[in-house]
């Protein structure tokens, strides 16, 4: 029995998701995902919630102080942010 027209299974993934317009939605999730690692746990710890919307991160904070530190740093982050989700998700963040 011999095998014909063999894929392996990242390439038929791809092709799945490419097919039905999954792109953006895989890249946001890798971007929230990245938060810890990028930022370290314990911004993370003081990270209520995240989402995004119309192509900004909103993220709610319970502190103050990490909020103006996070404000400081933004074009950086995005650009990092943006980097670990594999394309551009995000052109804006919102600290709230």
Do not use: C, P
């Amino acid at each position: 029995m011999k095998k014909k027209d063999v894929q392996k299974i990242d390439a038929l993934m791809d092709q799945f998701v490419k097919a039905n317009g999954l792109e953006r939605g895989l890249a946001e999730h890798r971007l929230m995902r990245s938060w810890e690692s990028l930022l370290g746990t314990i911004i993370a710890r003081k990270t209520k919630g995240m989402y995004i919307r119309n192509r900004k991160l909103f993220v709610t904070l319970h502190s103050s102080v990490v909020r103006n530190e996070l404000s400081m740093i933004k074009h950086t982050l995005i650009s990092r942010l943006n980097e670990a989700a594999g394309m551009k998700v995000i052109d804006d963040i919102v600290l709230k």
